[in-house]
């Protein structure tokens, strides 16, 4: 973003963003309220992140001079009515905050923690209004923030008399304004905010009620304060509001006893895998090799065909397009490129990317599915291209469905639907038949022993070799390398925080493929010690099953970190939850799977096989 010099003088103005509340995370326009409107409303243009995002960005009466302390403005007076004032009464119960802009900056409010000495912990948006009491009466009542002291901190030039805004805080008041005579327009003087008599409004010791036929007038202050801040590091007081050295300690610890125990278990396999091989190979006997068991007895089932092969074509195809996105996407962040500051970048960047991946996950099912001696490429790269969008979608129509019944401003318009189709079926839908079509005309990947004619009968299993037991035993270890990290993610969703360590979200994700891979890798090995060979399905199952964890967790964060009352707002959040779900479900499957296929590719071509 060009960083914008502004001369003393300049006009400023604000920009008004969605009403956001954590209860319902139900988005609302500003002007879903009757605040004062400017002239002409005029929505900003939006990126297709801010527009899913639920941002609405309008212009403002909020209009000052840089450098040019205002007190006292009056911006207009509104008489409340019985539906206007039921509406703010609403938005005050549900925890609702206002969310303003300048120069791309949003509103903050800032207040001191009681834990720590001088340290100043910033809050986005002020609250519509708050509720209290009169005194000697028990009645709750509602009143509402019609006063903002806006501080607007800059940074001066050194060299020329400009400086650039690195600032933007405001402190909300309730005030019952009052004025002498007849209200005429906004230039009247009130008594209860003058700067001619130097009376300011310091606190709420007077609210302004919010009842029916009640006349509200807003007011709003401004100043300016020079800072030491530079225009680059300007964001780093909003990226830093939860920074806590405890969560940076839980995070390491947790992520060294992950690679310790990828580091153990690397060990223990090389270790056992070296002994196997070096037996197998000097058998000397045919009666030698009859009493072996093993994994080296299912050779000639090994790579059998599993059954549903088709279904596994179209998971471990999408599994390749979500880590093709996800990947990218890391490492733009992790490089700077999408920044907080550039407000829907990051979901754009995902929506985008996942399109042009479709060419990679045509690519992966097709050549899993000529192993497997399909002949049909069309109809496999049909379900690659549909089934996992249409489950996604269905469910988000759904939900957008809700969403437009709550009238809220977080319903994505049918434009924006029509431009998620279009980048599906225009884009997404040929890149994969591109995709397919190059995997399929290549040579078919060759395995390394054969396969006999008749299956082999599988042998009755221990109890910890049971398929269902193992396979939630495996998704354990994954999740337990995300799920700190996940916590954090969770509390910027849905708690309306900046999320911003994606340097660190890197090392977390290579974790969680190294985790996912050895440990499918492992049960695998011990499933073919105990010659049962149908590892295909049980390789992305066993991964896979680390989403059912990250689901019962995000259950879990629900009932005890958020206050979400609305049971329309708790199906958005378990809707949303389920999709994420089984994002990481087809992501970590299609790791352990293609762990697990060169694993038993590995082996069974470092033996001699007669």
């Not at 005030?175 to 008599?197: F, I, S």
């Not at 011990?526 to 390789?539: A, G, H, M, N, T």
Request: proline content about 4%.
């Amino acid at each position: 973003m060009e960083k914008r010099l502004v001369v003393a003088g300049a006009e400023l103005k604000v920009k008004v963003n969605k009403l956001t509340s954590t209860k319902t995370q139900l988005p609302y326009s500003y002007y879903s309220l009757p605040y004062c409107p400017p002239e002409h409303i005029v929505d900003s243009a939006e990126n297709l992140g801010e527009v899913l995002r639920g941002d609405r960005i309008e212009n403002s009466p909020y209009v000052f001079q840089m450098r040019e302390p205002l007190q006292c403005k009056v911006l207009c007076r509104i008489t409340l009515n019985a539906k206007t004032a039921k509406e703010f009464k609403e938005k005050i119960d549900d925890d609702y905050r206002v969310n303003m802009i300048l120069d791309n900056l949003p509103l903050v409010v800032p207040f001191r923690r009681s834990d720590q000495e001088n340290a100043v912990v910033y809050q986005h948006g002020f609250h519509v209004g708050l509720k209290g009491q009169y005194a000697g009466s028990e009645d709750l009542k509602h009143f509402i923030h019609n006063h903002l002291t806006f501080t607007v901190k800059f940074h001066k030039d050194s060299q020329l008399d400009l400086a650039r805004i690195v600032g933007f805080e405001v402190k909300p008041f309730s005030v019952k304004h009052q004025y002498d005579g007849e209200w005429k327009n906004e230039n009247m003087r009130l008594t209860t905010c003058d700067p001619h008599a130097r009376r300011a409004v310091t606190s709420s010791d007077s609210p302004q009620l919010i009842e029916d036929k009640k006349d509200v007038i807003f007011t709003y202050d401004v100043a300016f304060e020079e800072s030491d801040v530079k225009w680059a590091s300007r964001w780093d007081t909003y990226l830093l509001m939860a920074d806590d050295q405890i969560h940076w300690f839980s995070v390491v610890n947790s992520l060294m006893i992950v690679l310790f125990l990828s580091g153990m278990v690397a060990m223990i396999m090389l270790r056992t895998l070296y002994r196997d091989i070096s037996k197998y190979n000097q058998l000397q006997t045919q009666e030698e090799a009859q009493e072996e068991t093993g994994w080296k007895l299912v050779h000639g089932d090994v790579f059998r065909p599993p059954t549903n092969s088709d279904l596994l074509c179209v998971y471990v195809g999408t599994g390749v397009q979500f880590f093709g996105m996800i990947l990218v996407t890391m490492i733009f962040a992790a490089l700077g490129f999408l920044s907080p500051s550039n407000r829907g970048g990051l979901m754009t960047a995902m929506l985008f990317l996942w399109v042009f991946m479709g060419l990679f996950a045509g690519y992966a099912s097709a050549c899993l599915y000529k192993m497997f001696k399909g002949t049909q490429w069309e109809k496999i790269t049909l379900k690659t291209a549909f089934m996992f969008p249409s489950i996604v979608f269905a469910i988000f129509f759904v939900l957008n469905a809700l969403i437009w019944g709550e009238k809220s401003s977080g319903a994505v318009p049918f434009g924006t639907m029509f431009a998620l189709v279009f980048l599906w079926f225009g884009i997404s839908v040929p890149l994969v038949f591109t995709g397919s079509y190059i995997g399929f005309k290549k040579p078919a990947i060759e395995y390394p022993v054969k396969t006999n004619k008749i299956p082999r009968q599988i042998p009755e299993q221990a109890w910890y070799m049971n398929p269902v037991f193992s396979i939630l035993t495996g998704g354990v270890l994954p999740f337990g390398a995300v799920f700190i990290e996940l916590f954090f993610i969770l509390t910027s969703i849905w708690l309306h925080q900046f999320y911003y360590i994606f340097g660190f979200l890197f090392i977390v994700f290579i974790i969680l493929i190294v985790t996912c891979a050895e440990i499918t890798i492992v049960l695998c090995y011990f499933q073919l010690c105990s010659e049962d060979y149908l590892w295909w399905w049980r390789s992305y199952l066993t991964s896979g099953s680390s989403a059912l964890y990250l689901f019962l967790y995000a259950a879990f964060y629900f009932f005890t970190k958020l206050d979400i009352t609305k049971p329309v707002s708790g199906v958005l959040y378990f809707g949303y939850m389920l999709i994420a779900s089984y994002a990481f479900f087809v992501l970590t499957g299609t790791i352990g799977f293609y762990a697990c296929f060169w694993f038993t590719r590995l082996i069974y071509s470092s033996v001699k096989i007669d």
